[in-house]
């Protein structure tokens, strides 16, 4: 392409973003201004900030952050709502509460599911659900996404029975059909709280047997060793893998009869590669 403009090169930085190329994204967005003096846009600025979340490259993310602000692009609510993400997900959970706030009567429900995973994630579990329910008092009507945030939240502070209400409350309040990652949420959370026949119970209550299939597989590979005790619903579910052909997972079961469940949640934890941390001071913008 003989001439680039700032809507040539916001299409390939959100064509990689999207498709979870991060590492390009960030590099196209730093060049942009740095070799061809194109200054980003709002739609930039929201197609990158998810690379920077996903990389957990906060720093960067901070100087689009004061680059946004002096064009006063933070007026945009999708630039807004990016930048919120970007710091919850890398863990600067100060900074995304000051985003949420000054978002203020903007806020929408994609503002409020960020926050209210921000906080379920980093262990502030009852601050997630307060969130929730100002959301719900204030008109705004969650979705499927919504009650992953608030089950999680649930599931890091042992809220068995509340955990429970929010499931039911679903369906019967929000007409939502519980999926794979609300199942699994709550299957984590009955390991946790040693209740192993009720999560047994509860895979073998999905609707599809693919449902069951991916829940069973998600969590139960996860046991370890616990001295002493049989459950006779392991057996049962080692019978259901080798029905599905799952054999891995039979054999792993079969060797580790005895369990109880463990969760191992990822962060962006891999720092910016050394070239975006060159390229960063060699543009004016971030």
Not at 245 to 264: A, E
Request: charged share 25%; with cysteine; glycine share 6%.
């Amino acid at each position: 392409m003989p001439s680039r403009n700032v809507v040539s090169w916001t299409a390939i930085i959100s064509g990689y973003s999207q498709n979870g190329l991060y590492d390009n994204a960030l590099e196209m967005c730093l060049r942009m201004e740095g070799e061809n003096g194109v200054p980003p846009n709002e739609v930039t600025l929201a197609s990158v900030l998810p690379a920077c979340a996903n990389l957990g490259a906060s720093e960067i993310g901070e100087r689009i952050e004061t680059y946004a602000r002096g064009k006063r692009f933070l007026r945009n609510i999708y630039v807004s709502n990016a930048l919120l993400e970007m710091y919850a997900k890398c863990g600067k959970i100060d900074a995304a509460r000051r985003i949420f706030d000054e978002i203020g009567s903007k806020r929408d429900l994609c503002t409020w599911n960020s926050k209210i995973m921000c906080m379920a994630v980093h262990g502030r579990s009852m601050e997630g659900l307060e969130l929730f329910h100002e959301m719900v008092r204030g008109g705004t009507a969650p979705d499927d996404v919504t009650f992953v945030g608030v089950l999680l939240a649930c599931t890091h502070d042992g809220l068995v029975e509340e955990a429970y209400q929010f499931f039911k409350s679903m369906k019967k309040d929000f007409s939502i059909t519980p999926k794979l990652e609300h199942y699994s949420c709550i299957v984590d959370l009955l390991g946790r709280a040693g209740k192993l026949k009720e999560a047994y119970d509860l895979i073998k209550s999905c609707n599809t047997e693919y449902l069951q299939w991916k829940c069973s597989e998600i969590k139960w590979p996860s046991f370890t060793q616990l001295e002493g005790q049989k459950h006779e619903h392991c057996y049962e579910l080692s019978t259901f893998h080798v029905k599905t052909r799952n054999l891995h997972i039979y054999d792993y079961i079969n060797r580790i009869i005895d369990g109880n469940f463990l969760l191992f949640v990822l962060y962006p934890s891999s720092p910016p590669s050394s070239k975006f941390k060159n390229l960063v001071y060699q543009n004016h913008w971030c």
